[in-house]
């Protein structure tokens, strides 16, 4: 049944709250394969009924399931081995919304009407307010604060936005159910002017989340103090989630018909939040903020190549799918440098590939994937997307898209090559580099590294499945 | 005149009272009226087609959660906060009512140059509806009014518990609106009801939250947060 995807982590989380801590963390973990189980269920298609009355599987939402699914396994993973190293006064808590987050998450990936998927919106940012929080330093305080309020106004305007949309059905007296596969086949009938209202408050709701520009200034914040696997999970798993919001509003309007309305709001939103990580990213002093910037930078990427379609279109979907494996994989390395050094400034952090080798080289081998360099796929989306601009003949979209790459990886590389090869003043380690945590962040990246040489022929169908609503196949 | 103008009234009122008020108690028994009043407004504008048990039902739960509840856990916010006046707001009481009475005009603004576009087709479609378009146009002023006026705490505001109560402020215009607009909706309890439980938890995350900074920064004042920056 599709429900169990979103039903057995609820139970589960609710389970790890009063459980011992040990026992959370087996929960944890088996919660994380049986969650995998179902996904590739669900993605084999190997169950019964695929529609129920507010959910179904989209090829859109499948995908994004199956790296929200692949992501959890390797973050609880850390997770379990991170919690036995640092003492955390509430470590159920933090399992158990963990497991609540991920709920959430799946059941944005499969719900089908309209306000139930702004409900399970609403829920992924409530779920992971105690994950940023958890610590309750001044500077955690902050960053919940401004999450949880921007983002529930953010989505608040998305829900008005929903509304306009029903209401475009309404007035034109069509009635069917409000979801998005009834919604796409009555499309052209409904009317335009209050469909595009709607698209615009829905993009700059679910675009809050999503982190695109100027809406972000939540998201550096959250993602720089929240403890690592939030972080990892927050940015490679909740930003791709909330942009699918975006991305059905998108498809209904190029059912409607409004495509070329759509795509211009997209591309403007998008480029506004490369150059703004631009700018903020040169001179940044916290490593994780820069991650979190450059997140910003590359959902401002995806969001240009959904806006452009055809071949960019394509190279957004693998994109998601690589930003995903690769920017938690750097989030999780982080980590392991926050846990051997106890700061977060770039200044006091040189040496890693010294003192802590396996940290090191997972880092920087993240880094230049990151920043579209081969043998990584992120260099193969970004290529895809460069040249489907081309082909579209949007000339000053790529220009601008080109000139942010340069000035991001510039100041990116300036902070990282500090970091992995300037000396540091003292070698003090607080905590040695070990294995267990090493290891999941190279899965990942070897991950992304299977995926741009072998990308598996479902996959392959699957993204060509995604983008044939907005603007057709990539052949040709 | 239909009884349920004298309840959009009323909500206009809630939301002027709130612009100017300082005290952090009474702008949470306002919003805790207001919350029952804007439950109360699809009962009565149903009445024409008879109330239904459902009907009642829900109106029953809304004004539990958006009446009792929620006020329920903004009360305990404000007891445990030392200073329950908003000081220094960042506009000036009558500036901000002031504004909240441009937004009036404005609502009014927006809501007749929709109808001009849209309700002559949606009327000719719906002859029998016409009464109910012209009660919607009113419903529609005081939702948007609503809702700006609770961005406008939301932002203007120092004191956490303020922009809580800008946030719900903000809420219920958004479902007036809804009310206005997208009657499916108010059709289908399940999904209502999910959008209810989201608004509970939401006000409760925030309430722990807000908790956690007063005992941190020993007040509430969103000031004191100003370490997180670029």
């Known amino acids: 049944m599709l429900q169990f995807v979103f039903i057995i982590p609820l139970i589960a989380g609710i389970a790890v709250f009063f459980l011992p801590v040990k026992t959370g963390r087996v929960v944890l973990l088996s919660t994380a394969v049986i969650h995998a189980f179902f996904t590739t269920m669900e993605w084999f298609k190997l169950t019964g009924p695929l529609q129920t009355r507010y959910f179904s599987n989209s090829p859109e939402g499948m995908l994004l399931l199956a790296i929200l699914s692949f992501l959890f396994i390797f973050i609880s993973l850390y997770t379990v081995f991170y919690m036995s190293e640092v003492e955390m006064s509430k470590e159920p808590t933090f399992n158990g919304c963990m497991l609540l987050f991920l709920s959430a998450m799946s059941m944005v990936t499969i719900a089908d009407h309209i306000i139930m998927f702004w409900v399970a919106v609403e829920a992924t940012t409530l779920m992971s307010a105690p994950l940023i929080f958890i610590r309750r330093s001044k500077e955690s305080l902050e960053a919940t604060w401004k999450y949880v309020l921007i983002c529930s106004v953010g989505i608040a305007l998305a829900l008005l936005g929903c509304f306009f949309v029903i209401f475009s059905m309404e007035i034109s007296d069509i009635h069917v159910r409000i979801s998005f596969t009834s919604l796409y086949a009555i499309a052209p009938q409904l009317n335009p002017l209050w469909l595009k209202a709607g698209f615009i408050f829905i993009v700059i709701g679910y675009g809050t989340k999503v982190g695109l520009a100027p809406m972000h200034t939540w998201l550096p914040d959250a993602h720089s103090e929240s403890p690592t696997p939030a972080s990892a999970l927050l940015s490679g798993a909740l930003l791709n989630c909330a942009f699918l919001g975006v991305y059905r509003c998108h498809q209904l309007m190029f059912a409607a018909g409004l495509g070329e309305y759509s795509s211009n709001v997209l591309i403007a939103f998008g480029l506004a939040s490369m150059l703004v990580s631009a700018v903020f990213i040169l001179n940044q002093k916290d490593y994780k903020r820069m991650l979190a910037y450059s997140s910003i930078e590359n959902m401002g990427i995806i969001t240009i190549g959904i806006g452009i379609g055809g071949l960019a279109a394509f190279g957004a979907m693998l994109h998601i799918i690589h930003h995903s494996l690769i920017k938690s994989s750097l989030f999780l390395s982080a980590g392991n440098m926050l846990l051997g050094y106890g700061t977060k400034l770039i200044d006091k952090t040189g040496g890693v590939l010294r003192l802590f080798p396996k940290t090191g080289i997972t880092f920087f081998a993240g880094f230049v994937g990151i920043s579209g360099f081969p043998p990584f796929g992120l260099f193969i989306s970004e290529l895809l997307i460069i040249l489907g601009a081309i082909k579209a003949g949007r000339y000053v979209t790529v220009s601008i898209f080109i000139f942010s790459l340069i000035l991001i990886f510039a100041g990116a590389a300036k902070l990282v090559m500090q970091m992995i090869f300037k000396d540091n003043e003292n070698d003090e380690i607080l905590v040695p580099d070990k294995w267990p945590r090493a290891l999941p962040p190279i899965i990942l990246l070897l991950t992304s590294l299977v995926l741009t040489i072998w990308l598996p022929d479902s996959i392959y169908q699957t993204i060509q499945n995604v983008i044939s609503s907005i603007g057709g196949p990539v052949n040709g | ?230």
């Open chain 2, 1 to 230: 005149m239909h009884i349920s103008n004298i309840f959009l009234a009323m909500i206009l009122l809630s939301v002027l009272l709130s612009l100017k008020s300082n005290r952090l108690a009474a702008l949470v028994k306002l919003v805790a009226f207001q919350g029952i009043v804007v439950s109360a407004v699809p009962l009565v504008l149903n009445t024409a087609h008879g109330l239904s048990f459902s009907l009642i039902m829900f109106f029953l739960i809304l004004v539990l959660v958006k009446g009792l509840l929620i006020p329920a856990l903004m009360f305990i916010a404000v007891n445990k906060v030392v200073t329950s006046r908003e000081i220094e707001p960042i506009i000036g009481y009558h500036a901000s009512l002031f504004a909240g009475l441009i937004m009036i005009v404005l609502s009014v603004y927006i809501t007749n140059s929709l109808h001009s576009i849209n309700y002559p087709i949606y009327i000719a479609n719906h002859p029998h509806l016409a009464d109910f378009a012209a009660n919607h146009k009113l419903l529609l002023v005081t939702g948007i009014t609503t809702m700006g006026s609770g961005l406008i705490l939301l932002m203007t505001r120092r004191k956490a518990i303020t922009q809580v109560i800008g946030y719900l402020m903000m809420e219920n215009g958004i479902y007036l609106i809804g009310t206005a607009l997208a009657k499916v909706v108010h059709a289908q309890y399940v999904v209502e009801f999910a959008v209810l439980l989201d608004l509970l938890v939401a006000v409760l995350v925030m309430g722990i939250v807000l908790n956690n900074i007063n005992h941190t920064f020993d007040d509430v004042d969103t000031a004191l947060l100003g370490q997180l920056k670029d």
